[in-house]
């Protein structure tokens, strides 16, 4: 009974503590090296659409409290229909994307609540991400202002020339591969995106764009599972990831 006591007052505690997030899930790419005829969001994973299990994922996460879809005007009805069938609570908006990916997230950024402290932006294209890591970025933004989920690099990494001479090899102790989301509070991103327009300054990641701020971002480790859907092979290892747990699951069982 007293653990039970103690199990709740904790849970009272963390809700009461808990900053307003919004997710702005970026979708807008044509992912040309697919070599589909449509948006690689809406390719099927066995029987469900990339975005679909994108959008479940931050459903799923108690952290986040709303999401933006940030897509192409031409593909608003296919994510409405995802939402929907998906019976989401947490879409607050679908809104069209720009010319690149950094263009799309500012206008994700424009379309957040009033009341957000943070904001997570992700890749739509990467569907295989879990609730806890979501979490766990929101939590280290939350405590250290900004935040980016990744991995540690596994092979030995060369810096070559402009003649593909080895020029160094790097300590792959501190050698990370970068994921989303990638949580900021709103602030803050939002002042790394303003300066960016100002400065014609443009980055492939939005941790780039706050780093040239002088603000210091926290990596937390998340998971190889959380690939990026780029290419059809993408499609196959996605599916035998998720394949994989559910064998896995039932062998638990």
Request: glycine share 6%.
């Amino acid at each position: 009974m007293l653990n039970k006591i103690r199990d709740l007052w904790k849970q009272g505690k963390k809700n009461k503590n808990k900053e307003y997030c919004s997710a702005i899930i970026v979708a807008a790419g044509k992912g040309t090296r697919m070599n589909a005829s449509k948006n690689k969001q809406f390719l099927n994973i066995i029987d469900r659409p990339v975005l679909a299990y994108t959008l479940q994922a931050f459903e799923d996460c108690e952290m986040i409290n709303e999401m933006i879809i940030v897509t192409r005007e031409q593909d608003i009805i296919l994510c409405k229909e995802i939402v929907d069938i998906s019976e989401l609570t947490k879409v607050a908006k679908i809104v069209v994307g720009g010319k690149e990916r950094q263009d799309s997230v500012y206008k994700g950024l424009q379309e957040i609540n009033s009341q957000a402290a943070l904001v997570a932006v992700h890749d739509g294209a990467r569907p295989l991400i879990l609730p806890e890591h979501i979490e766990a970025s929101v939590e280290a933004a939350a405590q250290h202002n900004a935040a980016a989920i990744g991995v540690k690099v596994k092979d030995t990494i060369k810096l070559v020339d402009d003649r593909r001479n080895i020029v160094n090899t790097l300590d792959r102790r501190f050698l990370w591969a970068v994921q989303t989301p990638q949580t900021f509070r709103t602030h803050i991103i939002m002042k790394a995106y303003q300066e960016a327009i100002e400065k014609g300054i443009s980055a492939t990641d939005d941790c780039m764009l706050v780093e040239r701020t002088g603000v210091q971002v926290k990596m937390v480790e998340g998971s190889y599972d959380n690939i990026k859907i780029t290419t059809p092979e993408d499609i196959y290892m996605a599916e035998a990831i998720i394949e994989g747990k559910a064998f896995g699951e039932e062998d638990d069982e």
